[in-house]
């Protein structure tokens, strides 16, 4: 799992599979990603998904470099993350690890529930393994600890970042829960002198900025730019319309986009 180039070679049910939806359910697929290389790559590919569909929120000082605060605390999802690669139950082959980000909520899920020998009210507080090889090397990796720690750091992420607590539900498989703030609790903390552009994902943020750049781009070139689907193109820049980051001007291939962000 760490050493091959392609997890589905030894173990078919091993990939992540991350979906951005819209809306509150399991509708409509804005975009959905498999990932199935080496354990450390689909990890990193995982967290990658989750940043670039997240919002960023801006906290701007009188001195020093502006500061990106993600939504939903970072330390939180790459917890989460690792924990459900880590403690997932490879015997089970019928379901793979799975991320779905909706409007309200970023929900995390692994098979397998608690380790048998953990009862729910130890949850927390005592760290069995399920796989301890595989946690061990994600230990020399620097990205766990063997001190049955990451329940507790997720949920102080959480509660040091003012959002409702994450919520735990183990039967079959372990699911994590996030839920997303309201665009109240986005509001950035600027100086009055400053303009905060705020609410937009990374993706949305590129898509602007290759909009600025060349206000006459299509949706197919920004989706050979961007490696995207033009389907998704289309779904964020529709976004981008809502929150008043851009106008269409002329519906004809010889309109161009309109910044007024």
């Not at 409509?28 to 919002?55: G, S, V």
Request: net charge positive; charged share 30%.
């Amino acid at each position: 799992m760490f050493f091959c180039d392609n997890i589905e070679r030894f173990f078919r049910h091993a990939i992540i599979t991350c979906v951005l939806y819209k809306g509150i359910d399991k509708y409509k697929i804005i975009d959905k990603k498999d990932f199935d290389e080496d354990a450390i790559t689909n990890y990193d590919n995982a967290i990658n998904f989750l940043f670039r569909n997240l919002r960023l929120e801006y906290k701007i000082e009188t001195a020093g470099p502006r500061e990106e605060i993600l939504e939903i605390p970072q330390e939180a999802l790459r917890e989460a993350v690792i924990n459900a690669i880590s403690h997932r139950d490879y015997n089970e082959k019928g379901a793979n690890i799975q991320i779905d980000i909706f409007d309200d909520r970023v929900e995390i899920t692994n098979p397998g529930g608690l380790v048998s020998a953990i009862k729910k009210e130890e949850f927390g507080k005592k760290s069995i393994s399920r796989n301890p090889l595989l946690f061990s090397l994600f230990k020399r990796a620097d990205l766990v600890e063997k001190v049955g720690s990451g329940i507790n750091r997720i949920r102080m992420a959480i509660k040091n970042a003012g959002l409702p607590a994450p919520v735990f539900e183990f039967t079959n498989f372990f699911t994590v829960t996030f839920q997303r703030p309201s665009a109240l609790q986005l509001t950035p903390q600027v100086t009055p002198q400053v303009t905060p552009q705020v609410k937009l994902t990374e993706l949305e943020q590129k898509i602007f900025m290759e909009i600025k750049t060349n206000p006459k781009i299509s949706r197919e070139g920004l989706s050979k730019i961007l490696n995207i689907s033009k389907d998704t193109i289309k779904e964020y820049l529709e976004r981008l319309r809502e929150k008043g980051y851009i106008k269409r001007i002329g519906k004809t291939s010889a309109g161009h986009w309109k910044v007024l962000a």
